[in-house]
């Protein structure tokens, strides 16, 4: 069954610098990929979509992530981080006609 | 934003007491999904439906019930609630059960005490 791998549960990023956020999944290549942001008190938000035969997906705020085949990943990046991008960030790939969500994420964004 | 009311937005409540948690939509989708949020765990999967009084089990289903008497809503039961049961709960909706996101509500805080 897939399952996904989320390396770091906290990631601490200065103002202005790259935001990489690891997510590999752990079998079959997928149909498709989710990464979803939480807020403070708020629920999931759709961040981006990788569908069969995209490489590299841009999605809101900035946000792209790159479906590597080889690696079995798909990383999430941000050029350049804003204080607005402190939040919780989740991978999920399909399991079972479901989502397998990862452990997530904190980035805080250090001025 | 998809239209998910999650009611109540927090609750406390005292061990061995009964609790229901209502998620309303007024998108139409015919799949909803509760999960429990922890830290440390992420989302976990409690219980899901793919049309009325169509429901299954998650990972954690134990300690939970749900029903679905009509599309727009869907309920989740404490039976008997238990200090372990301390999380916050969200519910989320999609359109099918492959390559659609899921839209989530805002969540409900529960204590058990």
């Not at chain 1, 790939?93 to 989502?99: A, D, E, H, Q, Y």
Request: charge should be positive.
């Amino acid at each position: 069954a897939q399952s996904v791998t989320q390396l770091g549960s906290h990631v601490s990023v200065s103002e202005g610098a790259l935001v990489l956020l690891r997510c590999n999944y752990s079998s079959s290549v997928p149909p498709y990929l989710f990464w979803y942001v939480q807020y403070p008190n708020q629920g999931l938000q759709l961040l981006l979509k990788y569908t069969t035969g995209a490489t590299l997906v841009k999605g809101i705020n900035g946000f792209e992530a790159e479906f590597k085949k080889s690696e079995t990943s798909f990383h999430l990046t941000k050029p350049s981080a804003h204080m607005s991008d402190a939040a919780e960030y989740f991978c999920a790939p399909p399991r079972r006609n479901r989502l397998a969500f990862g452990k997530g994420n904190q980035v805080v964004v250090i001025p | 934003d998809a239209g998910i009311t999650q009611s109540p937005r927090h609750k406390v409540t005292e061990t061995g007491t009964p609790v229901t948690l209502r998620c309303h939509q007024t998108e139409n989708h015919r799949y909803m999904y509760w999960y429990r949020q922890d830290p440390g765990h992420g989302l976990r999967l409690i219980h899901y439906s793919y049309g009325v009084k169509d429901t299954d089990k998650g990972e954690v289903s134990d300690g939970y019930s749900v029903s679905r008497s009509k599309t727009e809503d869907f309920l989740l039961t404490l039976e008997s609630a238990t200090s372990s049961q301390t999380s916050v709960y969200f519910c989320a909706i999609s359109e099918s059960a492959q390559n659609s996101p899921l839209h989530f509500g805002n969540g409900t805080r529960l204590t058990v005490t």
